[in-house]
């Protein structure tokens, strides 16, 4: 893999909760915005806003099964502002909303403890 798109995922895992452009990922690897866009597509198979989103959603889900932080905080600790659009790609992605996840998991996690005893 190129190692200016290495790098900006390795920004990109780092940094969910930052707001930062990828016109300023593009310059922080010396391309233009275009070209960025270009390479990061031919090296990961899909746009840069796009490859954002899944991670995202992503670690929202090992948020809501893993801890008990609230999905405001979850959403905030990620970088997301708009609670509606979230829980929609959340669904989209998972088929569970977010809340509903939590309740999965927690259940899963219930009947384990159960079992152990």
Do not use: W
Not at 58 to 81: C, D, N, W, Y
Request: net charge neutral; hydrophobic share 40%.
């Amino acid at each position: 893999m190129d190692h200016r798109i290495e790098r900006v995922i390795e920004l990109l895992d780092c940094g969910l909760r930052e707001v930062v452009t990828f016109d300023e990922l593009a310059q922080t690897v010396n391309l233009s915005l275009s070209r960025f866009q270009h390479i990061f597509k031919a090296e990961t198979g899909m746009s840069p806003a796009h490859y954002l989103r899944i991670l995202r959603m992503e670690r929202a889900k090992v948020l809501l099964e893993t801890s008990f932080l609230p999905v405001k905080q979850i959403m905030h600790s990620l970088g997301v502002r708009d609670r509606s659009h979230f829980e929609r790609e959340f669904k989209t992605r998972y088929g569970l909303t977010p809340a509903q996840c939590r309740l999965s998991g927690s259940s899963t996690a219930d009947s384990g403890l159960a079992g152990s005893e």
